[in-house]
Structures are given as C-alpha cells and as structure tokens.
C-alpha cells in the first residue's frame, strides 16, 4: 500500500483548486485543506431520465442533456492527505469518478481508480451495481477496501459476478457493524446505522460522517421515518447538514402503481414533519435520490418552490460541504 504521507508542496495544487471551487455549491468558507462532501448524483437507482420512460416526466431530459442526473452518490474527500472514498458504487460510476478526478484528482503516483475505498448502504442495484467497473473487464482495480455491512458482504461473496471481484482481489471486502465508527484517517470516521427498507438481499444503513469540524448525515433509502426506532428530528439536530430521502414527492406520483409497494417518506410528508422545527433545522435538510417522476428533480416546478418556501432544499450534483 503507497504512503499516505505526502509533502504540502505536493499537496498544494488540489488545495488550490479547493479555494477556488469553495465559493460554488452550499460549501461555506473554510480551511482550504478542510475535509469534505462532493455530492456525486441525486436521482433514484435508475438515474434520470429513466430508461424507456417517455413520459412527460423524462422527456426533456432527453432531448436536452443538461437535465439529466446521475445516481445518488457521495464522495468523501481529504485534500490534505489526498484520499477519497465513495458512498455508494452506482451504474453511473464511470461519469462520477471523473467527476470526482477532475474535482479532488488523486495523488500522480497513483494508477486509475485511485480510491482509498467504497462504503454500501445496501444491495439495491442503484447503490452497488457499479462494482463492475472494477473488474478485470475493465479497470481491473488492486484490493479497493469496500465496507459493507454482514448480509451485504455474505450477498457480494456468494454470487456472480460480485464474488469474482473478490476471488481476483478487485476488491477488499471489509465488514461494517451497526452504530461503530469506521475511522478513515485521522480527520474522518464514518458510522453506519440500520434504517427499516426493503431488505430482500441485505440489511440497509445510513451514515454519519464526520470530520474535525462538521458532522452530516446521508439517509438516501428509508421505508417511513415513523418506522424508524429512532427520531429523525433528533438525529437532523446532532448533524450540520442531512442529506435525506427524497425518492417521491407525493403520494400517487406512480399512477396505478400500489406506492405501498414502495415505501419512502413523501417529500411532503417530510415538510409537514420538519415544519415545526427552527429554522436553522429545516435549513440543514437537503432531499436527495429522486426518482424520474419527482418533480422537485426540476428547478423551476412548484415542487421545488413548495420545498424551498419550507425552508429545505434538494441536493445538486456538485455540491460540496466541508466536514
């Protein structure tokens, strides 16, 4: 394994490029060799627009590029040290590494996919899928560290082509336990906790990150905050920031679909909950993992407007929030 210690002056260029970058995004003044978060996609497992959709819901994204999203997925980011960390590995891998190279690039010493590991919330195809990438048809990484939770990593062991990846020594399974710190470096540990969802192939988790300065909080699946055993307004107040289930804005936004199928907190029905708390709380919300029919993904719907009224708002590719 190479060296973590690095000279400042080898370090300085990306420091650099961090101070010009932190007046973008909801990133505030900081240290430019501060930790941080690099929102990496917001849409829900299937991107935006979604295939074979071309209803009104995805048909502008089609004809115009711009509108489109990646998969939800965050980068951790330490420019001091120059390491980064996926959350989540999504379909849309190949575009948000060089997203994540062209923002944090990686030390020069270095081959591709320079990662210093991935962390899975959970084996819904949005959020692991991209591991593919890392095989020996493609990248052909060296032992990337993956953190997955028990089920998650027996599910990656015991079937094709996951457990190739691992057999090939792509990648380096490494177990996770609920509510324990997994310290990164020095500077930043992530703790993952189990949420109720659909857990047909592994148990599912949220994360807190933290870092020397701020703490956020990345729930991008739940069934229903009520199913929780514990508060989320409560755990929103121990964090600076709470990227959160957004996946649906309101109920009967699938028609003839049964929405009970597929549980999530309506985008609603998190406003409606949160609407009591002070500002400063509402303000840290930021609703991520939309699906292809949820409004909000647009700019200049009601939805959004109706979010940003409440004192919310919903995540955007490029954002970055210093830990």
Request: proline share 7%; with cysteine.
């Amino acid at each position: 394994m190479r060296s973590r210690l690095i000279a400042l002056a080898g370090a300085l260029p990306l420091l650099l490029l961090v101070l010009v970058l932190v007046s973008g995004g909801h990133m505030p003044a900081q240290r430019v060799d501060a930790p941080f978060i690099l929102v990496l996609g917001i849409a829900q497992d299937a991107g935006y627009p979604q295939a074979g959709c071309e209803k009104e819901c995805c048909a502008a994204a089609w004809r115009d590029p711009s509108r489109r999203r990646s998969i939800t997925s965050l980068a951790i980011v330490d420019p001091l040290s120059r390491q980064r960390w996926l959350i989540e590995c999504t379909p849309d891998f190949r575009e948000q590494l060089q997203m994540l190279d062209d923002i944090a690039p990686p030390a020069q010493d270095t081959r591709e996919a320079d990662l210093d590991g991935i962390l899975l919330t959970h084996a819904h195809v949005g959020h692991y899928a991209g591991l593919i990438h890392l095989g020996r048809e493609a990248i052909g990484a060296d032992h990337v560290p993956v953190f997955a939770m028990p089920r998650m990593k027996a599910f990656l062991e015991s079937n094709g082509p996951w457990d190739q990846l691992v057999s090939l020594g792509n990648i380096e399974l490494r177990e996770m336990k609920a509510d324990t710190a997994i310290q990164l470096n020095d500077r930043i540990a992530v703790t993952p906790f189990v949420v109720p969802h659909r857990d047909e192939y592994s148990e599912t988790v949220g994360f807190r990150i933290d870092g020397p300065n701020r703490s956020i909080l990345f729930i991008p699946d739940i069934d229903k905050w009520v199913k929780w055993d514990r508060r989320i307004e409560d755990v929103i107040a121990e964090v600076d920031v709470a990227y959160l289930d957004g996946t649906f804005y309101a109920n009967g936004e699938i028609p003839g679909r049964d929405m009970s199928e597929i549980p999530h907190p309506f985008i609603e029905e998190s406003m409606l909950r949160f609407a009591s708390l002070p500002a400063k709380e509402r303000a840290k919300a930021r609703f991520i993992h939309l699906n292809h029919t949820n409004p909000a993904l647009r700019a200049d719907s009601d939805a959004r407007a109706a979010i940003e009224a409440a004192g919310m708002n919903v995540a955007s590719e490029g954002d970055r929030d210093p830990l």
